[in-house]
């Protein structure tokens, strides 16, 4: 992976930063010892690992404001870091950066059940935000898999999602506001304890900007009741096209199930050797289907899923019965990641968009890639919303075998992208699939994207390398064709 | 006026426009064209880009370009049991035009939703990609047409509120939702907006699922309706009518109001009839708890009132000082835009609440980035 050059004025000029640093952070808040950075060398994923040149952890946003601006002043590229369970890089420290870890923001700061927000530090982790409010029946609806460890603040750069997300949204459906301090140190009120900003929807950009626009130091999220009941369906189909066309006709029927996840054969078969937990082994695709709300309409809704289910061949229907059966139906499939990595010494986690008609013909063509690259693969898939995790199985011991995993991934990204879906559903672009962005965006488009980014941090020093395959100046950027010598609206001020 | 009938004639229009130092006034219906200042700049109308690009009921994704009538858009959905769910609406009763002109480009780039914006989303919400016209006459892609993607910065998410200061959208691509069953209005009449407010919060705190709640104040002849709407399959509904009526009953007599009445309200909270539609209209977002003592001190000095969003959003005819309302919005935690008014009102006073300086500068820098030199820059916001 090719990162940005470092600076040599910068590492040369080490000793001089941290001591900034400390001037800032006092005590136990800045750690330069190269024994005490190794936890910090790297994010979720692991195959890529650089020592930060140091890292500071700061507990206010006086102390945060302070950081950048004394970083911006210097040129100093900063990255940001909330737990590091990124599964893009978009954590990964620079030779020359600041590593900022926001770890010490963990504090719930107000919970307003009238209005029904939350306002947290952005250190919290996604599952504590549930803790704090499930006391009095509510919850926080985007539940990434990492939520036991990952940071609200770390979900509104990677615009986070979940298995619930089709019926509950992703983080930016459910963030109100955030402070967020720019790269010169100014600190910005964005949104708001109401719906709707008054101006542009500046909140609306920040969230999911990868840690490039600002970093976030407080979050307002929407908290919502806990629905009355859940129940599953465990559905089994003797072929990928039955199980495809059973979700199509799910949502066709107008109903939006709270979780729609679908497994292949060799995800399921590796999920119940894991687990036990009584997954039909003869089927082609597995199919769970989660209806939560007022009992009545659980009951109501599990009748007309099966009568779907069976229409399009399914061979197999088990539907919970109470909430020991439906935590057993869900075990498999949240075990799939670590039952596929006892198969094989290593896995890599794809994660592409497509739309959902083209999945048969996505999952023949990534079985020929299988075959083409001799690497075993197993997919599990949100099928409510298309999008597609492979899992490649490799031993990262074997010589070559990582860069043919790399590039067997790279090959089905590109396949999402050409059936019409996206490199991306939930687990960012980071540096992982940085290089793939010309193949869903023009070079006018990626430009444009990076003006966005200019307007927040004029000077790219805020999580440089991530996201964009080719770094521009923001001066060459922002170049306009002034015409005989005059520049179009001379009465605009330009920043 | 430029009325482009296609994306190259958009581009030729704004390179023109950039060429020759003149600004340009994106519109389309122009069911909005009595928001803000008066200005003379020539309209770049996007009415000729129209109709349906790519829809696919299954993937619930909806491609269309921006000058596609709102109306039409709405029945082709209605015929495969399908809604744009942020439940957007026509501005032209507001401002004494009919019905019928709005866009869906004026829609998204207005952030237009209705009622059920307490709990689908609003517009922001349902853009999913598109396609635009930068001020500097470039043509770049965002988003995708897939509904879960995080590819890149999320500009789409920029088109909701822009009102045509950041690009010219030349297509759109939408979540749709399917429509629900059936819906059933509960109501509590004779409650004051503390009462109404708070027995509003304690429903969206329920597990009724509510998609909708709304208070319309007393007025001649006609109690003070709070109402709630249930969305969804029948068994369902009822249940979770019966739970609503459970939690009410301690407040008032609960009623179920028959559809022609419920219709009549919803549509109220749409068209604003109920208000004053000679005086100054403001839309007033607040946390909704804060909603009740603003509207009591207003309605004090001649407001009159109604409030949607479970208390969130505040629609307020008003004659009296702009500044007060603004300093009134600004104490509850929100903030204040003047919708409707006289051309001199609209002249001397913005259309959005004025952020703090900052705020204000990023706007700036962000509106640079799209439109380096300023051609959608009327003076109309």
Redesign the interface.
């Known amino acids: 992976m090719r990162m940005p050059a470092a600076d040599s004025r910068t590492l040369a000029r080490r000793s001089e930063i941290v001591a900034a640093l400390r001037a800032i952070v006092p005590g136990e808040g800045v750690i330069d010892d190269p024994a005490e950075l190794r936890p910090y060398e790297s994010d979720g994923l692991t195959a890529y690992r650089q020592l930060p040149m140091v890292v500071v952890l700061p507990e206010t946003t006086a102390q945060v404001s302070a950081i950048l601006a004394w970083c911006h002043a210097n040129e100093v590229k900063v990255v940001p870091r909330g737990a590091g369970t990124s599964l893009s890089g978009g954590a990964l420290p620079l030779e020359d950066a600041v590593l900022l870890g926001l770890g010490k923001f963990n504090r719930v700061l107000e919970i307003d059940y009238a209005d029904r927000i939350a306002v947290v530090q952005p250190g919290v982790t996604n599952l504590a935000v549930t803790r704090a409010v499930e006391d009095r029946g509510f919850y926080y609806a985007p539940d990434p898999s990492s939520q036991i460890a990952c940071t609200i603040g770390g979900n509104v750069a990677e615009n986070s999602g979940g298995v619930h997300c089709l019926k509950y949204g992703l983080t930016t459906n459910n963030v109100l506001a955030c402070e967020i301090v720019l790269m010169d140190g100014e600190v910005l009120r964005i949104g708001g304890r109401h719906l709707d900003p008054a101006g542009l929807d500046l909140l609306g950009v920040v969230v999911g900007s990868e840690g490039l626009l600002g970093v976030v130091t407080e979050v307002t999220v929407r908290i919502l009741p806990r629905p009355e009941t859940a129940r599953a369906l465990l559905i089994g189909f003797g072929s990928v096209e039955g199980a495809g066309q059973c979700v199509a006709d799910i949502i066709a029927a107008g109903i939006i199930p709270a979780g729609m996840e679908m497994m292949d054969r060799p995800a399921i078969h590796a999920a119940e050797a894991f687990v036990q937990v009584g997954y039909p082994l003869d089927v082609e695709a597995l199919l769970i289907v989660e209806l939560d709300g007022p009992a009545a309409e659980c009951d109501h809704l599990v009748v007309e899923v099966e009568r779907i289910a069976f229409a399009n061949g399914a061979v197999s229907v088990r539907t919970s019965v109470d909430e020991a059966e439906r935590i057993a139906f869900w075990a498999g499939r949240k075990a799939a990641f670590p039952a596929v990595g006892r198969l094989s010494p290593d896995y890599y986690c794809m994660d592409g968009t497509i739309p959902r008609r083209r999945l048969p013909e996505v999952l023949e063509r990534i079985r020929a890639l299988s075959r083409q690259y001799g690497l075993e693969v197993a997919n599990v898939f949100h099928a409510g919303d298309g999008n597609l995790h492979p899992l490649i199985l490799y031993d990262a011991n074997i010589p070559g075998q990582l860069e043919q995993a790399e590039a067997f991934g790279n090959d089905i990204l590109r396949l999402c992208v050409e059936v019409g879906g996206v490199l991306t559903g939930e687990h960012g672009v980071g540096v992982e699939k940085r290089d793939l962005m010309p193949e869903m965006f023009s070079e006018d488009d990626l430009k444009q994207q990076q003006r966005l980014k200019c307007a927040f941090d004029a000077k790219s020093l805020l999580n440089p390398g991530k996201v964009f395959p080719q770094l521009h100046r923001c001066a060459e950027l922002g170049r306009m064709h002034v015409r005989r010598g005059a520049t179009p609206f001379p009465d605009l001020p330009r920043f | 006026m430029a009325l482009p009938n296609s994306e190259a004639d958009v581009i030729a229009a704004i390179s023109d426009a950039?060429?020759r130092?003149e600004?340009l006034a994106i519109m389309s219906g122009g069911s909005k064209s009595a928001v803000g200042a008066n200005i003379d700049a020539a309209p770049l109308c996007l009415a000729g880009l129209e109709g349906v690009v790519d829809y696919?009921?299954?993937?619930?994704?909806l491609t269309v370009r921006p000058g596609t009538r709102l109306q039409d858009i709405e029945t082709l959905l209605a015929s495969e049991?399908q809604m744009l769910a942020f439940e957007p609406f026509d501005h032209g009763p507001i401002f004494g035009k009919a019905a019928g002109a709005a866009t869906i480009g004026g829609v998204v780039a207005a952030?237009a939703?209705g009622s059920r914006?307490?709990s689908a989303?609003?517009a922001?919400?349902h853009v999913l990609g598109l396609r635009a016209v930068?001020g500097?006459a470039?043509?770049?892609?965002?988003g995708?047409?897939?509904?879960?993607?995080?590819?890149?910065?999320?500009?789409p998410?920029?088109a909701?509120?822009?009102w045509g200061?950041?690009f010219a959208i030349t297509e759109l691509t939408l979540k749709v939702?399917?429509?629900?069953?059936m819906a059933t209005t509960v109501a509590l009449s004779g409650l004051d907006a503390g009462k109404a407010v708070?027995m509003m919060?304690q429903a969206?705190?329920?597990?009724a699922?509510v998609a909708a709640a709304a208070h319309q104040p007393s007025s001649p002849g006609k109690p003070a309706l709070t109402c709630l709407r249930l969305e969804?399959?029948a068994?369902?509904v009822?249940?979770?009518s019966r739970?609503v009526e459970a939690l009410l009953v301690p407040l008032g007599p609960v009623t179920l109001l028959d559809d022609d009445t419920a219709k009549a309200f919803w549509s109220d909270m749409q068209t604003l009839s109920p208000l004053a539609s000679d005086a100054p209209l403001w839309r007033i977002?607040?946390?909704?708890?804060a909603s009740a003592p603003l509207v009591g001190a207003l309605e004090a000095e001649g407001g009159q009132w109604l409030l949607d969003?479970a208390g969130?959003?505040i629609w307020l005819a008003f004659d009296g000082d702009p500044d007060r309302v603004r300093a009134a919005a600004a104490a509850a935690?929100?903030?204040a835009?003047l919708m409707r008014g006289s051309a001199g009102l609209r002249s001397t006073v913005p259309v959005?609440?004025p952020?703090v300086p900052?705020?204000a500068?990023?706007?700036?820098?962000?509106?640079?980035?799209?439109d380096?030199?300023?051609?959608f820059?009327t003076g109309r916001f």
């Open positions: 950039v060429a130092n600004r696919d009921p299954a993937e619930l994704v049991r952030g939703a914006r307490l989303g609003g922001r919400d930068s500097r470039e043509t770049f892609v965002a995708a047409k897939v509904v879960k993607n995080v590819t890149g910065y999320d500009l998410k920029l909701a509120n822009s200061r950041l939702l399917p429509r629900p069953e708070e919060a969206m705190g329920s597990q699922d969804g399959f068994p369902s009822a249940a979770r739970l977002n607040v946390p909704p708890s969003w969130g959003l935690g929100g903030h835009m959005f609440h952020p900052a705020v500068a990023l706007e700036e820098r962000v509106r640079r980035a799209f380096p030199a300023g051609v820059e």
